[in-house]
């Protein structure tokens, strides 16, 4: 057993935040929350709290990176220094340039870059505070601040991830269990399209682990994109 590691994870059908397993922390949905940007979004996700500005469609610079028949997407993922315990470095490193890289994945499939030839579409997504699950938090930020600025898009695109603690399968994985957990599945999906645009896995599951895992993260974000959609309503109406 590792250092802080609890004895069990799941005790009486509840986890140690009291959650079900497959229960969603409390996440929270702001969008048009910063004047200066085309489009923006805040999420709070059980202990994350993340902010995404989108910006464009604008000219590329360098203009040789322009594509003269869509436009290119950027997704830039930053972590604050003050946004976990152990001060972080300033500046990317190799994991910010690793998600960087998936989250613009996840988002261009629904993103019509045909629309905005040689131009560019720029995402930052900034981490004001981390505890677990950041990956995921920040795409569903990303695709909100795109929404926000009025990109045009075929869906909004959730994100939520299934994991394995103590032999058991659980949604949305908090600290603690990231930690020590055996496993962790983050998913994201285009809604009604059956189609899945992250999927990346950490740890070992068995067959009909994986399978169930996989289940419950689609599920995962099926609940992350009503809460996504109420956000738009609450902002600009509509029924």
């Not at 250092?3 to 048009?32: A, H, M, W």
Request: aromatic residues 6%.
């Amino acid at each position: 057993m590792k250092i802080g590691e609890p004895e069990k994870f799941i005790i009486d059908g509840k986890r140690l935040d009291g959650r079900k397993p497959g229960e969603l922390r409390k996440v929270k949905i702001e969008v048009g929350v910063l004047k200066k940007a085309d489009g923006s979004a805040y999420v709070e996700w059980g202990g994350n709290k993340v902010l995404a500005a989108c910006y464009g469609p604008r000219e590329v610079h360098p203009k040789h990176l322009a594509r003269a028949d869509r436009a290119i997407l950027r997704c830039t993922y930053s972590m604050a220094p003050f946004s976990v315990t152990d001060r972080k470095r300033p500046g990317p490193d190799r994991r910010s340039i690793e998600i960087s890289k998936v989250t613009r994945q996840a988002l261009e499939p629904v993103v019509f870059t045909n629309l905005f030839p040689r131009t560019a579409i720029d995402v930052f997504i900034e981490i004001l505070q981390a505890q677990a699950g950041t990956r995921c938090t920040g795409i569903v930020a990303a695709s909100m601040a795109l929404a926000d600025a009025g990109i045009p898009m075929r869906n909004l695109v959730p994100a939520c991830a299934a994991g394995k603690v103590g032999g058991e399968i659980v949604l949305d994985l908090s600290d603690v269990e990231d930690n020590f957990g055996e496993a962790d599945l983050p998913v994201a999906i285009v809604p009604q399209k059956d189609e899945v645009t992250l999927i990346q896995m950490d740890g070992n599951f068995e067959k009909g682990e994986f399978e169930k895992a996989f289940k419950l993260a689609v599920e995962g974000c099926m609940k992350i994109y009503e809460i996504q959609k109420e956000a738009l309503k609450k902002r600009y109406g509509g029924a």
